[in-house]
């Protein structure tokens, strides 16, 4: 079955089409090389590799597409964002602003694209539905029904990062729902930030402001000032982005990050990456392992190992998307037999701290991912 465009479903030849305009890497911005990723939201990520920023394209769009209304709302943003993201204070104008919104929907609806077409396969990403009803409205620009847009300024050094999170709509007393209702939308660039917040459950309709009490500028009520609000920090960038920030005007409902999704312990990479989610009577245990393995993780290669902490126990860990995992805790001896049985071929990695022994895990975890 040939591959079709994902905004207008023709199967004409399909384009690469830049994740951000290729017209970011010509207003002043650091062109410096950068560390690129991708992937699920508290997971280890997809590493893309070492490149200059603004480069990134997804071969999922058609020329019509991709030349056509996609090229007309990057015109809109350049034209009214250079200023804003260089720091020079100025406005939205109402005239602009339903272009400035859809610019953002089709940003982070492109930016999903990037996921591996494993990561697809498991459920990444936003219902095709949204894609189609943009399309549908290409010739007036707007964003899609539903939506809201702020714009503030931020005060940081991460210099550009485009993330999307699932969103659930919480009434009081009513259980955790089985699946998000709304997705936000978060594009840094340079000193600005734009966030948005498109509810896909129509009858679900949640006016919203935020902690930082940014400028709103969809839906349009006159010229949206920037900068205005309080500046966003880089500490609290990734609050901000997960959908932590909103404040609903209806006393009994909220719109918070939806759990299944965001809730998990956050993976890290570092010299060495700790794992603390092993509780026993006693507590919650630490064991450390290689950061070869975070980095081997980030290429969609996983791993199992024994280890121990400074109490007598020991465990089975197995590195897997979302980071490690203890699969058993008991004696060493036990550990060691677990182990010794798991399939797989094992490898020795050497470091600063002598030799460190795992094994490849097969089956599912085994996906190459390659950028």
Not at 111 to 125: H, K, N, Q, T
Request: charged share 20%; proline share 9%; glycine share 10%.
């Amino acid at each position: 079955m040939p591959a079709t465009c994902v905004f207008c479903g023709s199967a004409d030849t399909l384009t690469g089409a830049h994740v951000l305009g290729d017209w970011l890497s010509k207003i002043g911005l650091d062109p410096a090389p950068v560390p690129h990723g991708a992937g699920w939201l508290n997971r280890i990520g997809r590493e893309l590799g070492l490149r200059p920023p603004f480069r990134q394209k997804v071969r999922d769009v058609c020329g019509d597409c991709n030349h056509g209304w996609m090229s007309r709302l990057e015109v809109v943003a350049q034209r009214v964002l250079t200023p804003l993201i260089l720091g020079q204070p100025g406005r939205i104008e109402a005239a602009d602003q339903g272009a400035i919104a859809a610019w953002v929907q089709k940003t982070a609806l492109t930016a999903m694209l990037v996921s591996s077409e494993a990561d697809r396969g498991r459920g990444y990403g936003l219902p095709a539905s949204e894609y189609h009803e943009l399309y549908a409205l290409r010739n007036e620009l707007p964003p899609l029904p539903a939506s809201q847009f702020w714009a503030g300024r931020y005060e940081g050094v991460r210099g550009w990062s485009i993330r999307v999170t699932p969103l659930a709509v919480r009434v009081d007393g009513l259980p955790e729902p089985d699946r998000p209702q709304a997705y936000a939308m978060t594009i840094l660039l340079g000193q600005l930030v734009l966030q948005g917040v498109r509810l896909t459950t129509a009858i679900l309709q949640v006016e919203l402001s935020n902690r930082l009490e940014l400028p709103e500028f969809w839906p349009p009520a006159g010229p949206a000032t920037w900068p205005s609000g309080q500046p966003l920090e880089d500490d609290a960038f990734l609050g901000f982005a997960g959908g932590k920030d909103f404040r609903s005007t209806e006393q009994r409902i909220q719109v918070q990050p939806w759990q299944p999704a965001t809730e998990l312990e956050p993976s890290r990479a570092g010299p060495w990456a700790a794992w603390s989610s092993c509780r026993q009577s006693v507590g919650k245990h630490v064991v450390y392992y290689p950061a070869a393995l975070v980095g081997e993780a980030m290429h969609g290669r996983f791993y199992a190992f024994g280890t121990a902490c400074e109490c007598p126990m020991a465990y089975l860990i197995h590195i897997e998307p979302d980071g490690a995992h203890c699969k058993a805790a008991d004696t060493a001896e036990v550990i060691s037999g677990l182990y010794e049985k798991l399939a797989g071929e094992e490898y020795e990695i050497e470091d600063d701290d002598g030799s460190f022994w795992c094994k490849r895990l097969p089956g599912p975890f085994q996906q190459k991912m390659e950028p």
